[in-house]
Each structure stands twice: as structure tokens, then as C-alpha cells.
């Protein structure tokens, strides 16, 4: 691709407010070279001139590169940990507030729904889920998956389902009531206060290192004291006592 790439973050920051340099720039900039090029465009300027002129594309665009990979019970190991391990933490709470951060399309914190629902009444934990990629929330409000999302539910949770004649399956309205969409951008808005569970799986791995320390910072401002950070299967806190944590399993820390 031709013309600067440093020009076009600029200009995808004032479209979108998506800060592209917090991105590996290596990994980043062959995605959206690979999705510019499939689109007709050579430089980045015609590039930004396509996106300008057609809001579906910047949409579509914006969905791209946030990358929304999701199914329910993914890594059901992971799962299991925090249904047997940390969700007994909570229950003597008369309110457990549960944050889902880069969301996607809502397979993750429906997921939580159906694990709290099974040892705390709706009325006594909330769940916030957020994302920046409008197209994402918009499939979750909706709450309808395909076969493949849902292949990791297991039994005892496959009537939170209805399956449809083509083969898709709608969520039902007893999950999809304990779940708040927001649309939020990691990289630049406010994080919630007093969340005792954060859960921000697979999205941290996109970051360079220097911004995943400082949402780490931010997630432990976020959390009460002992509210625990998910993370994802392929992210770790190599120094998670430096930034005042103490672990509980992979992929599971605790604010100290």
C-alpha cells in the first residue's frame, strides 16, 4: 500500500476515535492493507476517500479490524474454573456487578448469565457488556447465534436456546434480561467503578505491550477490592503483583 500509514491512523482516529497506534502495527497494518487492496484501493488515501463516502463501509471496516471472535463456553476449562472456584467468592454478596468488556457479539457475557443464574437470582447481579463495534452490539441485542457458536454449551444450558427452522438458535429472554449493552471504547473511554468480576478475553493480544499495561492499570482501578480479572487463553499478566494483583489460576487474577 502506498502513502503513510501514520496519515491514515490520524484519520481513522478523528472518523472512529479507534486509536490504531495502540495496535501491534506490524500485524495491523497487513490487515487493513490485505482488506483495502480486496476493496479496490492502492494508497491509503483512496482508502479513507472510500470509507468517507459510504458509512456502511466504514461500519464494516470498523467491524473488521476489531477483530469480533466469540463463542459461548470457549475454552470451557476456563469456564469451569470460574464457575467452581470464583463464582462461590460472590455469593454471599447481596449484589455481584459483573463487567464484559470487548463483548462482541454477546456469546460471553450470555455465557456468564447462564453460570450466575444457576446460583443467584437475576435480581442480585447485573451484567454490563460493552464493545466499540456498533455491528457486534447489534447481533447481540439480538441475540440470535449459528450451530457453530453454541457447539461448547453445555447440556444443562441448551434450553436457554430456541432453536429456529433455519437452523439458528435465539437466546432466551430470561438470559437475554441479565445482560446491559453499551457500546465503549477501551482505548479512550471511562472504565466502571466497583466491578467485582471484569471479564476482557482475547482482545488484550491485539495490543502493544505498553497499552496492555496500562488497561491493566485501568482494570484494577475498575475492580472493588478482591474483584477478579478473566482474561483469555492466550493472555497472561507476566508481572501481576507489580500491578497489584495476586493470581489465582492462569488467566484469573484478584485485586489485592
Same mark, same amino acid.
Given at each position: +500500500?502506498?502513502?503513510?500509514?501514520?496519515?491514515? %491512523?490520524?484519520?481513522?482516529?478523528?472518523?472512529?476515535?479507534? /486509536? #490504531?497506534?495502540?495496535?501491534?502495527?506490524?500485524? *495491523?497494518?497487513?490487515? @487493513?492493507?490485505?482488506?483495502?487492496?480486496?476493496?479496490?484501493?492502492?494508497?491509503? $488515501?483512496?482508502?479513507? +476517500?472510500?470509507?468517507?463516502? /459510504?458509512?456502511?463501509?466504514?461500519? !464494516?471496516?470498523? /467491524?473488521?479490524?476489531?477483530?469480533?471472535?466469540?463463542?459461548?463456553?470457549?475454552?470451557?476449562?476456563?469456564?469451569?474454573? #470460574?464457575?467452581?472456584?470464583?463464582?462461590?467468592?460472590?455469593? !454471599? %454478596?447481596?449484589?455481584?456487578? @459483573?463487567?464484559?468488556?470487548?463483548?462482541?457479539?454477546?456469546?460471553?457475557?450470555?455465557? #456468564?448469565? +447462564?453460570?450466575?443464574?444457576?446460583?443467584?437470582?437475576? @435480581?442480585?447481579?447485573?451484567?454490563?457488556?460493552?464493545?466499540?463495534? $456498533?455491528?457486534?452490539?447489534?447481533?447481540?441485542?439480538?441475540?440470535?447465534?449459528?450451530?457453530?457458536?453454541?457447539?461448547?454449551?453445555?447440556?444443562?444450558? *441448551?434450553?436457554?436456546?430456541?432453536?429456529?427452522?433455519?437452523? %439458528?438458535?435465539?437466546?432466551?429472554?430470561?438470559?437475554?434480561?441479565?445482560?446491559?449493552?453499551?457500546?465503549?471504547?477501551?482505548?479512550? /473511554?471511562?472504565?466502571?467503578?466497583? *466491578?467485582?468480576?471484569?471479564?476482557?478475553?482475547?482482545?488484550?493480544?491485539?495490543?502493544?505491550?505498553?497499552?496492555?499495561?496500562?488497561?491493566?492499570?485501568?482494570?484494577? $482501578?475498575?475492580?472493588?477490592?478482591?474483584?477478579?480479572?478473566?482474561?483469555?487463553?492466550?493472555?497472561? +499478566?507476566?508481572?501481576?503483583?507489580?500491578?497489584?494483583?495476586?493470581?489465582?489460576?492462569?488467566?484469573?487474577?484478584?485485586?489485592?
Amino acid at each position: +500500500m502506498e502513502g503513510s500509514f501514520e496519515i491514515f %491512523k490520524n484519520s481513522i482516529y478523528r472518523m472512529t476515535d479507534i /486509536d #490504531l497506534s495502540c495496535y501491534k502495527e506490524r500485524q *495491523m497494518k497487513r490487515r @487493513i492493507d490485505s482488506y483495502a487492496e480486496n476493496k479496490g484501493c492502492g494508497d491509503y $488515501d483512496g482508502f479513507i +476517500m472510500f470509507l468517507r463516502k /459510504d458509512p456502511d463501509a466504514l461500519a !464494516s471496516f470498523v /467491524d473488521y479490524i476489531t477483530i469480533n471472535v466469540s463463542e459461548f463456553f470457549r475454552n470451557p476449562e476456563q469456564w469451569e474454573y #470460574l464457575e467452581k472456584e470464583v463464582i462461590p467468592k460472590f455469593t !454471599s %454478596k447481596s449484589k455481584v456487578r @459483573i463487567w464484559s468488556a470487548a463483548c462482541s457479539t454477546g456469546d460471553e457475557p450470555y455465557t #456468564l448469565a +447462564m453460570l450466575f443464574l444457576k446460583y443467584l437470582p437475576r @435480581i442480585r447481579f447485573s451484567i454490563t457488556a460493552t464493545d466499540i463495534d $456498533d455491528l457486534s452490539l447489534a447481533a447481540a441485542r439480538e441475540g440470535i447465534y449459528s450451530a457453530k457458536s453454541i457447539k461448547g454449551v453445555p447440556e444443562e444450558f *441448551m434450553g436457554c436456546f430456541t432453536k429456529t427452522e433455519n437452523d %439458528k438458535y435465539v437466546i432466551a429472554p430470561e438470559i437475554r434480561k441479565c445482560v446491559n449493552f453499551k457500546k465503549h471504547n477501551l482505548l479512550k /473511554d471511562e472504565f466502571p467503578r466497583n *466491578m467485582d468480576l471484569i471479564v476482557c478475553r482475547n482482545v488484550l493480544i491485539y495490543f502493544t505491550e505498553e497499552k496492555k499495561e496500562e488497561l491493566f492499570s485501568q482494570f484494577h $482501578d475498575s475492580l472493588g477490592h478482591g474483584g477478579v480479572l478473566f482474561l483469555g487463553n492466550t493472555e497472561q +499478566m507476566m508481572d501481576y503483583r507489580k500491578s497489584g494483583y495476586s493470581r489465582l489460576a492462569s488467566f484469573f487474577y484478584e485485586k489485592l
